[in-house]
């Protein structure tokens, strides 16, 4: 039946039918109008959406202080608690933690609402599944990086970062090349592609699950309507699945953030 039905699919997609899979340009999508001479497309307003709704959500929280906390003051204490205790003074202690605060905390909170974009009805796209926002945030993470260590320590940092000690002379020969690409290059790579692909795939799983859902029921119709109850089933399974990979992205993109800061102010930078 999977079989038949695939064949079905793609025999109606060459045939300019009504199932259309997704691709890579869902991320390109047309230009919506200009501002300044600058393109806006139907993502770069889902980004402004999702930082309205963050300064939104903590500015409820945050102007009317009380002893006994509101609904949204309870909520962005309990966000801000998350991110102090679970990722600032777990990582960088108590010190160090208040100083990166602010940092990390606006990250998390800036890539979560914009990976939630991606199951809110009429938005259906994450803000971060365009190489735009991951790369902007990991480079913040890397410059973050790099001034801490020469902060903390400004003769040693690029000493250590790049010949760790206990290691015989000769071999620096090829760690030091190999520490140089890990650090310094990697690092920000791997924090860009990382969220950006988590996005971008978890997107692209729910576009074809309800446009599937909408074939099925709309355009093969008969007995392949059956088939509409499974891929909807896995719709709502796999939205449910980018909600934790939402939150999961935030803290993970927090927490290596966290934990580069953490190497460059070691004691032995």
Request: net charge positive; proline share 5%; charged share 10%.
């Amino acid at each position: 039946m999977f079989t038949q039905a695939a064949t079905l699919i793609a025999k109606t997609a060459e045939d300019g039918g009504g199932f259309h899979a997704p691709s890579i340009y869902e991320f390109f999508p047309d230009v919506v109008t200009t501002v300044f001479g600058i393109p806006i497309t139907r993502i770069h307003i889902i980004q402004l959406i999702a930082t309205t709704a963050v300064v939104l959500v903590f500015w409820l929280g945050t102007r009317k202080m009380k002893v006994v906390p509101g609904r949204f003051q309870s909520l962005t204490e309990m966000g801000l608690g998350f991110v102090r205790t679970n990722i600032a003074y777990d990582l960088l202690g108590k010190k160090d933690g208040e100083r990166f605060l602010p940092i990390l905390a606006t990250m998390f909170f800036m890539i979560l609402f914009m990976n939630l974009t991606g199951i809110i009805p009429f938005l259906n796209i994450a803000g971060t599944a365009i190489i735009a926002v991951p790369l902007t945030l990991a480079v913040v993470s890397y410059i973050t990086f790099i001034y801490a260590g020469i902060k903390k320590s400004p003769k040693n940092f690029f000493k250590n970062s790049l010949f760790p000690s206990g290691v015989p002379w000769p071999i620096y020969l090829i760690v030091t090349p190999i520490e140089f690409i890990s650090t310094f290059i990697i690092r920000p790579i791997t924090l860009t592609l990382r969220l950006l692909m988590n996005m971008m795939v978890g997107h692209l799983l729910l576009v074809l699950f309800f446009s599937a859902t909408t074939f099925f029921l709309l355009t093969a119709g008969g007995w392949w309507s059956i088939l509409a109850a499974g891929s909807l089933a896995f719709g709502f399974a796999f939205t449910l699945f980018e909600i934790l990979v939402a939150v999961l992205q935030a803290y993970v993109f927090a927490l290596l953030t966290a934990v580069y800061i953490q190497l460059a102010v070691a004691e032995e930078h």
